[in-house]
């Protein structure tokens, strides 16, 4: 099976940065896109940066200029380096593989990963 596994969260002082990493593992033969997501306390789960295996970028309003997503295709890792960091931006942070061709079977598949906190306070 897939696994993705994130690190790289913590508590961040407001105006910091904090980089994200997010590794997918198991049989993998490519995968089409991967991303972050969050989600703050008692809110829905919003898109934060997504990018395609040809490295189309797509950032949601709120981090555009502030948030780099970046991928290494042949580690299957996808990056989001976080400056000038927030309040708002404190949440769950999850790692998304979407259209991931896994060895052995003829579909496509999405995977999530465990999710990894990001608290910015003074």
């Known amino acids: 099976q897939v696994q993705l596994v994130e690190s790289g969260g913590g508590l961040v002082q407001p105006g910091g940065s904090l980089r994200l990493s997010c590794a997918a593992s198991?049989?993998?033969?490519?995968?089409?896109?991967m991303g972050w997501y969050r989600q703050a306390p008692g809110k829905q789960r919003e898109l934060v940066a997504t990018?395609?295996?040809?490295?189309?970028?797509n950032y949601a309003d709120s981090v555009k200029g502030r948030f780099t997503i970046s991928r290494d295709n042949a580690k299957n890792t996808v990056y989001l380096q976080m400056n000038s960091l927030k309040f708002e931006d404190t949440a769950v942070y999850y790692c998304?593989?979407?259209?991931?061709?896994?060895?052995?079977?003829?579909?496509?598949?999405?995977?999530w990963g465990q999710g990894t906190q990001v608290a910015v306070s003074s």
């Open positions: 998304n593989a979407d259209g991931v061709v896994v060895v052995g079977l003829g579909d496509e598949y999405g995977y």
């Open positions: 990018i395609t295996s040809g490295g189309s970028t």
């Open positions: 198991g049989s993998i033969r490519s995968i089409y896109a």
